[in-house]
Each structure stands twice: as C-alpha cells, then as structure tokens.
C-alpha cells in the first residue's frame, strides 16, 4: 500500500463502536516519516485494544513499529491518520499545551537507559517528588506519596541516594516510582530491563506487576526478554507497522493453578490477517494463497500451479 492508500484507509471509515470502554483505543493508526523526500511506514493501519488493568507485553523485531506507538501513547509523537484515544484522551487532536498536560498526569513512561529516568543531582525520594512539586502539590502529600511508592517498590533504602549510589535494578524501580508518581492511569515501559541482567530484570518486572496488582495501574511494556513476555497474560506481536499475532495465557479450569497458552492471529478492522512466518516458510506460501469458505472456518492453502492442494 502507498502512503496515500494508507492515509484514505485511516480516514475513509467510520470510527464508530470500537473499542467502546477501553482505556487505550488504537483504530487504524498510520504514523509516516518523510526523510530526503523518501517516506517510511513506521505503522500501517494498526489496531489495538488495551482495557483497564491489563499488564501487557509489546514484542516485535527492530523497526517493526512497536517504539513509535509507544511515543505516540506516550503524547511524544503524533500519528499521520487513524484514531488513538487513551483514557477518553484524543491525542489525534491535542495541542501542545494539552500534550504537555497529559503527560504530566495521564501517562507515566519509562526508558530503556536509566540515565534518561532521573535527575543525576536529586536522591530517589527528591526525583519522585519531582512530578508531584510540578504539579503543585503540598508538602505533606508529596512526602507520603514519594515514602508510599519507594516502599511498595522496595527502594525505600534508597531514598537519600542519587543515581550514582544505586545499582541499575535499583535505578529503574525509583524510575517506576517517578512514573507513578502523579498516579497515572497508563504506565509505559520501553525496553525498561534492556540493559540489566536476569535477576536484575526480574526485580523490576517484579515492580511493575506490584504497581499493577496493587496500584491498578494499566501497564503496557515493550520488551525482547522472553523472560518477562512469559510472565504477562496477554503478549502482541507487531510486525510490520500492524498488530499481527496474540498470545494469551489462560488459568485452567481444575483449580490447579496451572494454564495453558493460545497463540491468534489478529485480523485487523480492514479485514488483513498476517500469518506466522514459521507457519507459512514450511508450507511454501508466498505472494499469494488460495482461500476456501467452509461451514466453521476458513481455508488457506498454497497458491499451486498445478491446481493441487
């Protein structure tokens, strides 16, 4: 598709119904950056639904999108067409002063590098105060609220330490505690174990499950650990600017406490379905595929010259 195509795509239909109720609400989503006159599809149409206290994880390979949405719910980008709602917020149709506004108290985000998360000079319980004073808050309530989160994060010994004083685990859990800070209802979480080890990185997942189990804040976090992608209920896989696989992991109904795993295929709001490369490799489909209506589903076979199956 051409970027023109995409745009019309975007704009063409009706928003209407979807995703009613959700707290983020992604429709047909087209983000184009123009470069040396040569454009680049970051996103294609995507589409997604996140509903309130859902703790998601974002997988998906170097430039299949996945960090351009999150700029985009993190109020950092714009997008080119479709519609990209979260928490009743329009950020299609925001002004600057309003996306300042909404990132000051309706989204928290988290980096990958723990350099880009606190102020070198402030100790954790003076960086997680920070938003708070910002936001013109009393005395009294900026200490609660700062003592309250470094404790429940476990970095309560790390208050009257700077950056410098604190490992890279400790770092991005105070990190976690300035994005909850303002008590938002999204936190964002880009890559935010990337640079930390497995037991290091587990502590903070660990944090964020704490800040959505216990806070209810909704968290989406994009990730390459498959460590921390198997510990959420429900994973998406981006690829190629558009949402192309789920993964959701459902408790078994014998009370063990056991599970199970369903992978899906999304098929997105313009009717596109993306098949999983390994799936379609080992069958020899490319370019096209023959389909088949049956009663209860749907046939997809090679396209074969010869007319065979």
Same mark, same amino acid.
Request: net charge negative.
């Given at each position: 598709?051409?970027a023109?195509? =995409?745009?019309?795509l975007?704009? +063409?239909?009706?928003?209407g119904?979807y995703g009613a109720?959700a =707290?983020?609400v992604c429709?047909r ?5 123009? /470069?040396e006159?040569?454009?680049v599809?970051?996103?294609q149409g995507?589409?997604?639904v996140?509903?309130a206290?859902e703790l998601t994880?974002?997988? *998906?390979?170097?430039?299949s999108g996945?960090s ?5 719910l993190?109020g950092?980008?714009t997008p080119? %067409? @479709?519609?990209v ?5 329009d950020? %299609?149709?925001m002004?600057?002063r309003q !996306?300042?506004?909404?990132r000051r +108290? ?5 980096w990958?590098q723990?350099a880009?998360? =606190?102020l070198p000079?402030?100790?954790?319980f003076?960086?997680?105060e920070l938003? =708070? #004073?910002l936001?013109? /808050?009393?005395?009294g /309530? #900026? #200490? !609660? ?5 470094l404790d429940l994060l *476990? ?6 330490r700077?950056?410098?004083?604190m490992? *890279? ?9 300035v994005?909850l ?7 964002l979480?880009d890559?935010?174990t990337g640079?930390l080890?497995s037991?290091?990185?587990e502590?903070?997942f660990?944090?964020l499950q ?6 209810g804040v909704t968290?989406?976090v994009?990730t ?5 992608? +198997?510990?959420?209920?429900r994973?998406?896989?981006?690829r190629d600017g558009?949402?192309?696989?789920e993964?959701?992991r459902?408790?078994a @109904?014998? *009370?063990?406490?056991a ?5 899906? %295929?999304v098929?997105d709001?313009a009717?596109r379905?993306q098949l ?5 490799e080992a069958?020899?489909? #490319?370019?096209?595929?023959r389909?088949?209506?049956e009663?209860?589903h749907i046939g ?6 010869d @007319?065979g /199956?």
């Amino acid at each position: 598709m051409t970027a023109s195509e =995409l745009e019309a795509l975007a704009a +063409s239909r009706g928003h209407g119904d979807y995703g009613a109720g959700a =707290l983020i609400v992604c429709d047909r989503l087209v983000r184009i950056y123009t /470069a040396e006159g040569i454009e680049v599809q970051a996103l294609q149409g995507l589409d997604l639904v996140v509903e309130a206290g859902e703790l998601t994880a974002l997988v *998906g390979a170097s430039g299949s999108g996945k960090s351009t949405l999150m700029n985009i719910l993190a109020g950092l980008d714009t997008p080119t %067409a @479709g519609g990209v709602k979260v928490a009743g917020h329009d950020l %299609a149709t925001m002004t600057a002063r309003q !996306r300042l506004s909404y990132r000051r +108290s309706v989204v928290g985000f988290i980096w990958q590098q723990t350099a880009r998360n =606190l102020l070198p000079y402030l100790t954790a319980f003076q960086n997680v105060e920070l938003p =708070l #004073r910002l936001a013109g /808050a009393g005395r009294g /309530a #900026r #200490r !609660r609220q700062a003592d309250q989160l470094l404790d429940l994060l *476990g970095v309560a010994h790390c208050a009257g330490r700077r950056p410098d004083q604190m490992s *890279g685990g400790e770092q991005q859990r105070v990190a976690i505690g300035v994005a909850l800070a303002n008590s938002p209802a999204v936190l964002l979480a880009d890559e935010p174990t990337g640079e930390l080890d497995s037991a290091t990185a587990e502590s903070v997942f660990a944090a964020l499950q704490t800040a959505n189990g216990e806070i209810g804040v909704t968290v989406l976090v994009v990730t390459h650990d498959p460590a921390v992608s +198997s510990m959420v209920r429900r994973v998406i896989a981006i690829r190629d600017g558009r949402t192309s696989t789920e993964t959701l992991r459902r408790a078994a @109904g014998d *009370g063990s406490g056991a599970g199970h795993v369903v992978e899906y %295929a999304v098929l997105d709001r313009a009717g596109r379905l993306q098949l999983p490369l390994e799936m379609t490799e080992a069958l020899g489909m #490319r370019d096209r595929v023959r389909l088949e209506a049956e009663p209860d589903h749907i046939g997809v076979w090679p396209d074969r010259q010869d @007319g065979g /199956a």
